[in-house]
C-alpha cells in the first residue's frame, strides 16, 4: 500500500494544484459565475458516466490498467488546460479529464483487494490522506506559481506542472505497482452499467448509504465550487490566499485520514465517525456566512476539513464492506458516479443560489442537505459494517449483497 499511496498521492498533488485555480481561469475569459461553477460540474459530468464502466473494467482486466489510463489522461488533460486559449478548450480539457477517471475507483478496489474488512476504513483512510496532502502541497504550489493578482496571473505553468505530476504517477504504476487482483477472482462480462446501478439500489443498507453520500458530497461540491467566487468578494482575495486556505484544509484532512482515522474507528466505530462528520460539515458550513474576519473563517473551515476526514473514509469503507470480492471494483464504481452526480448538481445549484440569492446561500442550502443526511444515517443498524468479506475464492457470505454472476 505504500507504494499505492505514493503514485495516488503524485497525482493527486496535480489535482489540488488545479482545482483552486479553476475560476481564475474561466473569469480570465469573461465567465459568468454559472459558468464558472459549469466549468467544475462538466469534469464531474463526465466522470458521473464513465465511473462505473472504469469500476467493472477494473474487476475484469486488473486494477493496474485501469490506473495507467487515467493517469495518462490527466496528463493530457491538463496540458490542454494549461494551454487553453479560449473558454471551450477550458471545458472540453475538463470533460476529457472527467471521461478517463478511473483512478479513484480503482486505488479505493486496489485497497479492498489487500485490506481485510477490519482494516478497511483505515486502508480508505489512506486515500483520503493522499486527497489532504495534494490539498496541501497542490493549492500551494499553484497559488505561487499563478501569483496573486488575476490581472497577471500565471495560468500556463500549473497545467503543465499538473500534466508533468500525472506522468510521474503514470510511470510510477508501470514500475512499481504490482497488480492486486488475482485472475481467479476477476470478474467475467456480465451486466451493464444500469442493472450495476440497479443492483446497488436494490441492496437496503447499501442504497442508504449512497443516498447520504450524495447529499453530503452535494452540499460539499456546492461550497467548494463557490468558495473562490465568495473570498474574492468577501476578503478581495486573489489565487493565492485561496491557495493557502485550501492548504490549511488539506492538512487537517490528511492528518485525519492518513493517521487518526485508523485508531478511532477501533475505538468508536464508522457509523458514529461518519455521524460525527456530517455534524462537523453541517456547522461548518452553517458558520462561514458569518465568516467577516479569519477566525471564525479558520473555523468554520477546520469543522468542514475535519468533519470530511471523518466522514469519508468511514462511510467508503461501510460501502466497500457490502460488495463481495469480485465486485469491489463495481460497487465503488457506482459510488464514484453516484458523487460525481453530487458534483455536477452541486455546482450548478450553488452557482444559481449564489447569482440569485447572494454568495452566503450555497453554505446555508448546503448545511441543510448534510443535515438531512444526518437524519437518513441516525437509525442506521449498528454493526452495518459487520458483513465479513470474501477472501478470493470464497463465496459471498454478506446477509445483505446478493451473490454476484451472470443471472445478476
Known sequence: ?????????????????IIPLLPFYAERFGASPQLVTALLAVFSLMAMISAPLWGRLSD????R????????????????????????MLFAARAFAGICAGNIAAAQAYIADVTPPEKRARGMGMIGAAFGLGFIIGPALGGLVAGNELATADLVSPGVIAAGLSAAAFLGVILLLPESLPTAVRRRPGRGRIAALSSAFRRPLLARLLVVFFLVILAFAGMESTFALWAMRQYGWGPAQIGYVFTYVGLLSAVMQGGLIGPLTRRFGEEWLMQSGFALIALGLLLLPFAGTLPPLITAVT??????GLMQPSLNSLISRRAGAEEQGEVLGVTQSVGSLSRVLGPIIAGALFEAFGRNSPFLWGALLVGGALLLSWRLPRGAAAAVMPQPGQPQVSAEAPRAGPAE
Open 1 to 17: 500500500m505504500p507504494i499505492l499511496f505514493l503514485i495516488v498521492f503524485v497525482d493527486l498533488v496535480g489535482f489540488g494544484l
Open 60 to 63: 475484469r482486466i486488473g486494477r
Open 65 to 88: 490498467p485501469v490506473l495507467m489510463a487515467s493517469m495518462a489522461a490527466a496528463a493530457l488533460a491538463y496540458l490542454w488546460l494549461g494551454l487553453a486559449s479560449e473558454l471551450w
Open 303 to 308: 469543522g468542514l476539513a475535519v468533519g470530511m
